[in-house]
């Protein structure tokens, strides 16, 4: 099973931009669909970009244009550029694995334990 640590989180203005790392061992982020969650204080955690094996990617409503998320295999990372950041950004970020998953978060095997992004207005 692959093991995942993200990092990159932190306090930005809005209007700021954030690159989350997801450093992957064990096994190759290639082998699996990627993807990004949050989870905002009292709310369930969502969807927010995924990756899959092919290099296809999609993106939550809330984030499309914004947001981007690209792979590393030979650094064996996946990433996410958060630009134009708004307060709702606000959460902890999740990097998942899962094999042929989509946007559930229950379709997702592996976690990291997370970074916080914190956007101020």
């Known amino acids: 099973q692959v093991q995942l640590v993200e990092s990159g989180g932190g306090l930005v203005q809005a209007g700021g931009s954030l690159r989350l790392s997801c450093a992957a061992s064990?096994?190759?982020?290639?082998?699996?669909?990627m993807a990004w969650f949050r989870q905002a204080p009292g709310k369930e955690r969502v969807f927010v970009a995924g990756?899959?094996?092919?290099?296809?990617?999609y993106y939550a409503d809330s984030v499309k244009g914004r947001f981007t998320i690209s792979r590393d295999n030979a650094k064996n990372t996946v990433y996410l550029q958060m630009n134009s950041l708004k307060p709702e950004d606000t959460a902890i970020y999740y990097c998942?694995?899962?094999?042929?998953?989509?946007?559930?978060?229950?379709?997702?095997?592996?976690w990291g334990r997370g970074t916080q992004v914190t956007v101020s207005s």
């Open positions: 064990g096994r190759t982020v290639s082998s699996y669909t």
């Open positions: 990756m899959r094996r092919s290099g296809t990617t």
């Open positions: 998942a694995a899962g094999f042929g998953a989509t946007t559930g978060a229950n379709e997702f095997s592996s």
